[in-house]
């Protein structure tokens, strides 16, 4: 069992509560019941990146779950997983980035926001819809414009919260080569 650093259990614990602020505090209402239009999944896809897919699926579950249980109406479950399950995916997708060695460019960014898009698509329109329907027997048509809005604007807020701050980390790293002699 590979064992979690402790700069991993500080991000995961750090991450899930920016998650927590950017979800409750910084979100916008939207016209579907429920559904929010939110800054945390750019975070939280580009946390996914630097620190896995495991450390994803937590800040995604328990950052989830503070927010629900802010607002006073109860955990609910099927959204909190799929928030895990889109941190997770991230985590796995976006393995080839490589953030860590400075680069991103523009085939890194691409493949960041295919995957994220993918990942919310997934997350969204197929874990939350079945798990709502299987948890708490919620009407096909009420779950389905919540989980396409969701998908549409956890996609657009990630693509652009988390591309700057992919490019914003690779630009703190050094590059490969760049302290050799010419």
């Known amino acids: 069992m590979k064992k979690f650093s402790v700069k991993t259990i500080v991000a995961i614990g750090i991450g899930a509560a920016l998650f927590f602020v950017l979800g409750r505090f910084v979100s916008i209402p939207s016209p579907i019941p429920n559904t929010n239009i939110t800054t945390q ?3 939280l896809a580009f946390l996914s990146v630097v620190y896995g897919p495991v450390a994803g699926a937590l800040i995604g579950l328990i950052g989830h779950a503070l927010i629900d249980f802010s607002y006073g109406w109860g955990i609910w479950w099927s959204w909190v997983i799929a928030s895990a399950v889109f941190g997770l995916l991230m985590g796995v997708s ?4 490589k ?6 460019g523009k085939k890194g960014l691409i493949k960041f926001n295919i995957a994220q898009v ?4 997934i997350s969204w329109i197929i874990v ?3 798990l709502d329907v299987l948890m708490y027997s919620e ?8 989980s396409l809005f969701a998908t549409l ?7 652009i919260v988390g591309s700057l701050l992919c490019v914003a980390y690779a630009a703190t790293k050094t590059k490969a080569g760049s302290l050799t002699k010419e």
């Open 41 to 43: 999944y750019g975070l």
């Open 94 to 97: 976006t393995k080839a980035l």
């Open 99 to 104: 953030l860590e060695e400075g680069e991103i």
């Open 118 to 121: 993918v990942a919310h698509a």
């Open 128 to 130: 939350a819809n079945v």
């Open 139 to 146: 009407p096909l048509d009420k779950i389905f414009a919540q």
């Open 153 to 159: 604007g956890n996609s657009l807020s990630s693509i």
